[in-house]
């Protein structure tokens, strides 16, 4: 290989300088797969006149043949000299992919030296999650998250739309949900839980929270695509829908005494109104959203609400169910075909695993690593999204210097050392697409203090998901990390000041099992 990594000798203290002469393939996040550098440095210009791209190259096809597809689409070979720079792709987005890599070495120092790089992804799917029902931050939020991913050379964008805590999309057919669920009493989640679940309206004066309308969607999409990143709506089910229950509870369980329950956390799956209600949900949701995949969550059913449900119960015993959990491998297996019919795929989280669920569907592990090992096997495309690794709502550092988390040490080390493949058979590598960081915003109801959960941390994650698994070396990225934080920043992010980071941490000393829950 023709890459060259510089591996450090000792821990990188704040004391460090990251003053570089130059800038080139050496510095940049994620690290290329092979490069070279040669005597000489060349200037960029600003308004990238001195940059030719060519897409479609015969020779440069010869160079990606035996890539997998989705490697080939995003490869790019960037050639620094001279007289500038040339970038070759067989694809437009793959030509994006090498003017990124050179944006960020232009952004660490516009001298860069004379190199050429050879690049290409690891894994298909490299994103992040950002839950915007507990805490809402709007489109203006996600468009700069959006520009941050396509700087580290990510292509997948996940957004949480509907939780209990608040509905944040537009639905023509359901008005209820962004008229009377999009608003709550109590910015930080634990105070409305406290509080009782109280919604309110746009107009209350203490009211917290928002929606997207489908105006907002289609320019974040559309702002996406220009960028080469797919966006993920997840629409949940059948848990965390209490906001649903509040807003139609018509479709709620109904208890032994003929009663709605609106304060039930799951969908009644024994009202076919519920349904009647995804399905049309789903279909405005298609309309808005082009990639091919459809998150319906699936975690954290609680299920107590079927035991008395007299819907739920009937349905049982229509189905020929003897466990209430059947119910749930019910609603999963109507809504994937559902969304097959139309094109779709569904993901969720590694609990549909347990619910008999179609070999088509998409399994994004969280609970750790054993949900997305069992679905591999048994024939599933996965998501690795391990909460051991890579949640990042956990604490970068010790618990006293930080901002409130929900818990566990989710250092900066600690999410580099993973590899999505670990535990995972090589008969069933090709069924993992890749891996996603998720940011569950409980805690946290601030976009600064939402960036600076995921900066650096999502530089980890980046690296991971394109740079081959045996080219990585913590220190090296820990030093090329201290220099793009400084980037950020100058670009207006919040970032986890790593300068300051304690020894414990950065050299591993800290541990995820010492932070309790």
């Not at 999309?169 to 669920?181: E, F, G, K």
């Not at 609603?331 to 779709?344: D, K, M, P, S």
């Not at 989710?410 to 090709?430: A, F, K, M, N, W």
Request: a negative charge; charged letters at 30%; one cysteine or more.
């Amino acid at each position: 290989m023709l890459r060259k990594v510089i591996v450090a000798v000792a821990v990188f203290t704040a004391t460090i300088s990251l003053a570089h002469a130059v800038s080139g393939p050496d510095r940049i996040i994620p690290a290329p797969v092979e490069y070279s550098v040669s005597e000489g440095v060349y200037t960029l210009k600003g308004d990238g006149s001195d940059i030719k791209v060519k897409v479609g190259d015969p020779r440069f096809e010869e160079a990606v043949r035996d890539l997998p597809d989705f490697a080939r689409e995003e490869a790019y070979e960037l050639v620094v000299g001279k007289k500038g720079v040339t970038i070759r792709a067989m694809t437009e987005k793959g030509a994006f992919r090498g003017r990124q890599a050179l944006e960020m070495m232009r952004l660490l120092d516009k001298d860069v030296r004379y190199c050429k790089v050879f690049d290409y992804p690891r894994f298909r799917h490299r994103g992040v999650m950002l839950d915007e029902s507990r805490s809402f931050k709007g489109k203006e939020f996600v468009k700069k998250q959006i520009d941050a991913l396509a700087l580290l050379r990510m292509n997948v964008m996940h957004l949480h739309l509907t939780d209990a805590a608040g509905w944040r999309i537009q639905i023509d057919a359901y008005p209820n949900l962004t008229d009377h669920v999009a608003w709550r009493r109590g910015e930080m989640y634990h105070e409305w839980e406290a509080a009782g679940y109280p919604f309110t309206n746009a107009e209350d004066p203490e009211a917290y929270g928002g929606f997207y309308t489908k105006d907002d969607i289609r320019e974040i999409v559309a702002y996406a695509a220009e960028r080469y990143i797919d966006i993920i709506p997840e629409i949940e089910m059948p848990g965390h829908s209490m906001e649903v229950n509040r807003a139609y509870p018509e479709i709620a369980c109904v208890g032994p005494d003929g009663r709605p329950r609106p304060f039930s956390w799951d969908l009644c799956v024994g009202n076919e109104g519920t349904f009647r209600f995804l399905e049309t949900v789903l279909e405005e949701v298609i309309e808005l959203f082009p990639y091919r995949y459809i998150h319906i969550g699936g975690d954290e059913a609680v299920k107590k609400d079927w035991e008395v449900c007299v819907n739920c119960q009937k349905k049982m015993k229509e189905e020929g169910m003897t466990d209430k959990n059947e119910l749930q491998g019910y609603l999963v297996r109507h809504i994937e075909a559902f969304l097959r019919e139309r094109g779709r795929t569904v993901i969720g989280w590694d609990e549909i695993v347990e619910t008999g669920l179609p070999e088509q569907a998409t399994v994004m592990s969280w609970r750790g690593t054993p949900g997305g090992i069992k679905a591999a096997s048994e024939g599933h495309d996965v998501i690795m999204s391990p909460n051991t690794y890579v949640y990042l709502d956990y604490y970068q550092d010790l618990i006293k210097k930080e901002p409130r988390a929900v818990g566990h040490l989710q250092s900066l080390r600690h999410v580099y050392s993973y590899d999505p493949l670990d535990g995972i058979g090589p008969e069933h590598h090709h069924h993992i697409l890749g891996l996603q960081g998720n940011l569950w915003c409980e805690l946290i109801p601030y976009a600064s203090h939402a960036e600076y959960m995921l900066y650096p941390r999502l530089f980890a994650i980046a690296e991971i998901g394109w740079t081959p698994q045996e080219d990585r070396e913590f220190f090296d990225f820990r030093e090329r990390a201290l220099a793009l934080i400084q980037v950020f920043r100058s670009l207006g992010y919040s970032t986890f000041d790593l300068t300051n980071e304690t020894l414990k941490a950065q050299t591993g000393r800290l541990r995820f099992e010492n932070f309790p829950l």
